[in-house]
């Protein structure tokens, strides 16, 4: 049984309950939707092959809809929650918010690894030819790189330092190399780490050829794909590098979540601006000029953290799984549309 006959029988069988509709009715209220909905023709089309006007035309289609003779099915892979996904886009004014099932055996665990697959679709589909894309460091970063296999031609830049210099072979620099590889274009890794003892250091580093010429490329950054932290051991790298006495200088500002080395509070608000001074990473003002940036973050642990950063309007879009939007949706009243771009803090 093809799609058009599907219309037409379960119309006849729904048309058994619908008893003011006669045979002939049904007939031809399937025989139109079938021209409508499976063959793309119009109502005026639709009109003249059945010798009615379009005004019939409507009122026959839309009593289809009523009635049940016509059942209209969205329907997404089993992984996406599209319900979810258009609710927390518009809470958040987001460009784009993509919600994926949560793993149920890693509930408590953040950024579940599928995150990383669906965000290298999203990529697909978002990097157009010529593009810049920018990463910054990030488990769930990686794991986008990891997955990626397609990317239009564009260049590639690592837009902080790495975790670990011993480790960038398997971090942040090979996923800039591996998306580099899948697009065809130039690739533009960062070989320093992203937090150093002092702002001096720091600074010489920026000063290097390598590093520089990566950081020129930050003002054309078309497409950025970020990870977010919470401030706790072992979900922010950040909090990791630090010790206890700056851990604790921070915490006492209200930091709340970590983005490419930018702390936060729980509203949004950028705290602890030194910390920058001694990385490695892009300027949270260059972020906000960036026209696409797309944070990768999930698991119940991280929703604060994602709610803190998404309330500073530097992400416009946000690849999360159920387990953290179920707590987005009711973290306070709504934000500002993040897609005002505007600083919450006057920086």
């Known amino acids: 049984m093809n799609r058009s006959e599907e219309i ?50 409507a009122r026959v289609l839309e009593t289809a809809l009523e009635r049940d003779l016509v059942r209209i099915e969205i329907r997404v892979p089993a992984e996406l929650d599209a319900e979810r996904s258009d609710a927390l886009r518009a809470r958040y004014g987001l460009r784009h918010a993509v919600v994926v099932e949560s793993p149920a055996e890693a509930e408590e665990s953040p950024d579940p690894e599928n995150l990383g697959e669906v ?58 190399r591996r998306a580099a ?5 130039d690739a533009h890794p960062i070989y320093a780490p992203m937090l150093l003892p002092d702002a001096a250091t720091a600074a010489a580093l920026r000063n290097q050829t390598g590093i520089a010429r990566a950081f020129e490329y930050f ?24 010790s206890d006495e700056e851990r604790a200088h921070y ?47 999930g698991g119940h642990r991280k929703a604060a953290a994602i709610d803190a950063v998404l309330r500073s309007g530097l992400v416009t879009s946000l690849v999360t799984d159920t387990a953290a939007a179920d707590a987005l949706m009711t973290a306070g009243p709504p934000p500002r549309p993040a897609l005002n771009r505007a600083d919450p803090d006057g920086a």
């Open 181 to 185: 590889q899948v697009s065809g274009g």
């Open 219 to 242: 003002d054309k950054v078309t497409v950025a794909c970020v990870s977010i932290g919470s401030w706790e051991p072992g979900i922010s790298t950040v909090h990791d590098m630090l």
């Open 251 to 297: 915490a006492s500002l209200g930091v709340a979540a970590e983005m490419s080395a930018h702390l936060f509070d729980a509203e949004g608000r950028r705290v602890g601006r030194d910390l920058g001074e001694r990385c490695i990473t892009v300027e949270a003002d260059r972020l906000r000029r960036i026209p696409e940036v797309v944070a990768i973050a």
């Open 8 to 57: 037409a029988v379960s119309g006849m069988s729904a048309g058994r309950s619908a008893m003011r509709m006669g045979p002939a009715e049904l007939v031809q209220a399937a025989a139109m939707a079938r021209r409508f909905y499976l063959e793309g023709k119009s109502k005026i089309q639709i009109a003249e092959e059945f010798g009615v006007s379009r005004f019939k035309v």
């Open 119 to 176: 965000a290298a679709d999203l990529l697909g589909e978002l990097v157009n030819e010529g593009d810049v894309l920018g990463l910054a460091w990030g488990r769930s970063t990686i794991h986008m790189a990891a997955a990626l296999d397609r990317l239009p031609p564009c260049t590639v830049v690592q837009l902080t330092g790495v975790y670990d210099a011993g480790t960038a072979e398997r971090g942040s620099v090979e996923a800039v």
